[in-house]
């Protein structure tokens, strides 16, 4: 396989039923900043492009079928992992005030780190922790 082939960055991006809600939970419950946000017909997200750290989701309005070539959000909504430098606990705090569900409190994990996970309102799971992969 040739290197020009691999990829070099992955930025998951998820669909929402209510975009614009979804941009105001992630901000105030994970500290996302939204960088770019593109309006769409009928109050509608084209794109939206909000960082987390050096990292980046983008998202977008979840159309009906039959609108062109968009996205439709994947039966079961997604599961996203992102890394805290700082007081999880804290930040489990945030997500539950800003509106989120608890799906696993925050806890020490076997294979290092401290983590938990939490359901946003349209239902995608998002996990955070001080457990950081390595590539």
Same mark, same amino acid.
């Given at each position: 396989?040739?290197?020009?082939?691999?990829?070099?960055?992955?930025?998951?991006? *998820?669909?929402? @039923?209510?975009?614009?809600?979804?941009?105001?939970? =992630?901000?105030?419950?994970? &500290?996302? %900043? /939204? #960088?770019?946000?593109?309006?769409?017909?009928?109050?509608?997200?084209?794109?939206?492009?909000?960082?987390?750290?050096?990292?980046?989701?983008? *998202?977008?309005? @979840?159309?009906?079928?039959?609108?062109?070539?968009? =996205?439709?959000?994947?039966? &079961?909504? %997604? /599961? #996203?992992?992102?890394?805290?430098?700082?007081?999880?606990?804290?930040?489990?705090?945030?997500?539950?005030?800003?509106?989120?569900?608890?799906?696993?409190?925050?806890?020490?994990?076997?294979?290092?780190?401290?983590?938990?996970?939490?359901?946003?309102?349209?239902?995608?799971?998002?996990?955070?922790?001080?457990?950081?992969?390595?590539?």
């Amino acid at each position: 396989m040739s290197d020009k082939a691999l990829v070099s960055d992955l930025v998951p991006t *998820l669909r929402y @039923n209510d975009a614009t809600a979804a941009i105001a939970f =992630l901000e105030n419950a994970f &500290g996302m %900043s /939204a #960088v770019l946000v593109v309006p769409g017909d009928d109050d509608t997200v084209a794109h939206a492009e909000l960082t987390f750290g050096n990292s980046m989701i983008m *998202l977008g309005t @979840n159309l009906p079928e039959g609108c062109g070539d968009r =996205l439709r959000r994947p039966i &079961g909504g %997604s /599961a #996203v992992y992102g890394i805290v430098d700082g007081d999880v606990d804290a930040h489990c705090a945030r997500a539950v005030a800003a509106g989120a569900s608890v799906v696993r409190e925050p806890k020490d994990e076997d294979y290092g780190g401290r983590g938990y996970t939490v359901r946003d309102p349209e239902g995608n799971l998002w996990s955070f922790g001080t457990y950081r992969p390595q590539a």
